[in-house]
Every structure is written in C-alpha cells, then in structure tokens.
C-alpha cells in the first residue's frame, strides 16, 4: 500500500511538472554559458588608452542628455566595451532600461539594445528572465516555487522507489542497462545534480511562500535625468584600492542626487571561489568620493552568506569551463527525466 502510494506521488509529480521540468532543463542548460552566448559587441583593440568611467559618464549624458544613468559594467577584458543601463524617453517612454555600449578606448556607442524585454536583441536576458519567472510577473515567480516543489518530490519518491536499483546501476549490472529502464538510468547517474538544482532552486523561490510576497505595491518609477558626477569616481576607486588591494570594482550604481550614495559592487582576492565575482562585496561611496561604509561577503550575516553561495552553484557560477560542460550536460538530464517518464506512463496506460 505504501509502494503504491508513493508510486502515484511520483507520477503526479512527475506528470504534472514535465513541461516545467523540460523548459527549466534547456532554458537553464542554455544559460551556464551566458557569457559565451551574449551578443555583446567585440572590440577590436588599439594603442589608444582605455577611458576612465568619469569620460563616459560624460558621453552617455552628452548622447542622452535626459536619462536616469542607472548602472557601469566595467570591462573585464580589453576586448570588452563599457556597458551602462540608462532610462531615457527615447526607450519604452523610460519605463525599460536601455543598455548602451560604449568603446573603451574611443567612446563610441557600439549598440543600444533593451533589457529582459528585447528578446530579438537581447534575447540571453530574455531566457534569464523566462528562467526566473516565465515573463509572468510574481504569478511566474510562483509557479517556479511550486513546480521546484513538485520536483523535489518527484526526486525524493523516485529515491524510495528505486533505491534498490541505485547500486546495481552504479557498478554496472548487465541486467538494469535496457532501453526500459532508461529513466531509472537518468535519474540514477543525474540523480545528485538534480537533487542540488532542485534544492538550491526552491531555497531561492521560497519568498513565494510567505507573506509579505502577496502584498501589494504601487510603485510608479519617475525619470529624472541624472545629475553630473559630484566627484571624480576613478580618483574615488584609486583610494578604495589603496585601502582595499585585493578589491576589484565589476559594477558601478551611481547615486541619482548630490547627496545620494554610489555603491560600486565587486569581489576582493580573498573570497571563496563560490562567493559570487560580481556582487560579493560592495563599497559604498558619499557624495564627495569618501568611503561612507561596506558590505564585505564576510560582513554579512550567515544566512545572507549562504543565500549567495546557493545561488552560485546553483548556476554554476563558481568555476571554469569544466563545471561548465558538467552544468550544461547534467542539466539536460532533467529535460530526458521528463521526456522518458511521460513515455514510460503513456506506454504503461497503453498496455493496460
């Protein structure tokens, strides 16, 4: 009675969260080399020296006089073009952020494409999005939490139910190696991988279940153009790595009034290879350069902490291209789980 309760949990489960396993597989398979798959503009190096952020805050105001400069992505490569994210009129009313590239040396815009929503252009933030939420808002982030829920049991059933051929799997017995028993093949030798995706997965949606995420905000964003810088931010960053040398700035949010804070987010040389690169730490600037406070990965509380290093192996953030590869082949075994087990049920309800 047990075996076959268990049994019916697993198919529900199973059945019921196939297509959102299936598109969560490729979508996610398809992201651990965002980076390689970014069509951000190449840059064809010169002798010519590399601007400073103060020159190029400089340029995108002088070309978008209007907008709100939100954010700087610095190049991390010669071969790399600044990247800001500007809200201007001329893009979605202001209402989207655009993202402008300038070339590092020269300061020439190189492209302007939209965010998450410019699927032609952009089409990398797009699928992370769709990854994140289904275009859908808080419904699609919901449905991630439950169907991560769905999974997770699927997995934990699928353990009870086939423990027993776990082991004789694993070293090789002739027997269980058949093309019927192929899903147990997949979902033994995948087993752990997916077991981690579905648990760092539902850690990072588990705010759909509580309270405070079916409150209602009625939030409407003004666009004021951004005011010049107030201090030389590359002078800023020399003394920030005079006082911090193993520092390395990644991303720069600038402050939208003289009094505001600039926050320039990056990673120190000492962290762990599982903190994130970009967002680990964050300096925080006043509205004359100085160092107003910090916010250091090994400041933050433990469960902060480890919210940041969830979300790095769960993306696959934390290594080379080995983990990569490891990432993108052991990802798409969620995709042939659901593909196998909906073949296996519908070869079952056949026979009878």
């Known amino acids: 009675m047990r075996k076959k309760s268990t049994l019916y949990i697993h198919r529900f489960t199973g059945l019921f969260s196939a297509l959102f396993i299936l598109l969560m597989s490729l979508s996610g398979a398809a992201l651990v080399f965002r980076a390689q798959l970014d069509n951000k503009p190449h840059i064809n190096t010169s002798a010519l020296p590399v601007l400073t952020v103060d020159s190029c805050y400089r340029v995108i105001q002088k070309n978008y006089p209007a907008a709100q400069i939100s954010n700087c992505s610095l190049p991390e490569s010669e071969e790399q073009a600044f990247s800001f994210v500007v809200y201007d009129s001329s893009y979605r009313s202001g209402t989207k952020g655009m993202e402008v590239f300038l070339h590092p040396q020269t300061g020439q815009v190189l492209m302007t494409r939209g965010g998450s929503d410019d699927m032609k252009n952009n089409f990398i933030s797009w699928l992370s999005k769709f990854h994140n939420s289904f275009h859908l808002g808080k419904t699609g982030e919901w449905l991630l939490g439950f169907?991560?829920?769905?999974?997770?049991?699927?997995?934990?059933?699928?353990?009870?139910?086939?423990?027993?051929?776990?082991?004789?799997?694993?070293?090789?017995?002739?027997?269980?190696?058949?093309?019927?028993?192929?899903?147990?093949?997949?979902?033994?030798?995948?087993?752990?991988?997916?077991?981690?995706?579905?648990?760092?997965?539902?850690?990072?949606?588990?705010?759909?279940?509580?309270?405070?995420?079916?409150?209602s905000y009625d939030y409407k964003p003004v666009l004021n153009a951004s005011p010049a810088l107030s201090f030389s931010f590359d002078s800023a960053y020399k003394a920030i790595k005079q006082q911090h040398p193993g520092f390395t700035a990644y991303v720069i949010y600038f402050a939208q009034n003289n009094k505001g804070k600039t926050a320039v987010y990056g990673s120190r040389s000492s962290n762990a290879f599982v903190h994130s690169k970009k967002f680990a730490d964050a300096i925080m600037l006043d509205s004359n350069g100085a160092v107003a406070g910090t916010r250091f990965v090994t400041e933050i509380s433990s469960n902060?902490?480890?919210?940041?290093?969830?979300s790095q192996v769960h993306m696959g953030n934390f290594g080379g291209l080995t983990i990569k590869l490891i990432y993108f082949i052991f990802g798409l075994s969620g995709s042939l789980l659901s593909i196998t087990g909906f073949l296996l049920w519908a070869r079952k309800r056949n026979d009878g």
């Open 147 to 215: 169907f991560a829920l769905l999974f997770l049991l699927s997995l934990a059933t699928g353990i009870i139910l086939f423990r027993k051929s776990i082991l004789p799997v694993l070293l090789f017995h002739r027997k269980v190696y058949s093309k019927r028993n192929l899903h147990q093949l997949i979902g033994v030798y995948a087993l752990l991988f997916n077991l981690m995706i579905a648990v760092t997965g539902f850690w990072m949606q588990r705010y759909v279940f509580k309270k405070d995420f079916y409150a």
């Open 304 to 310: 902060d902490r480890y919210d940041i290093i969830n």
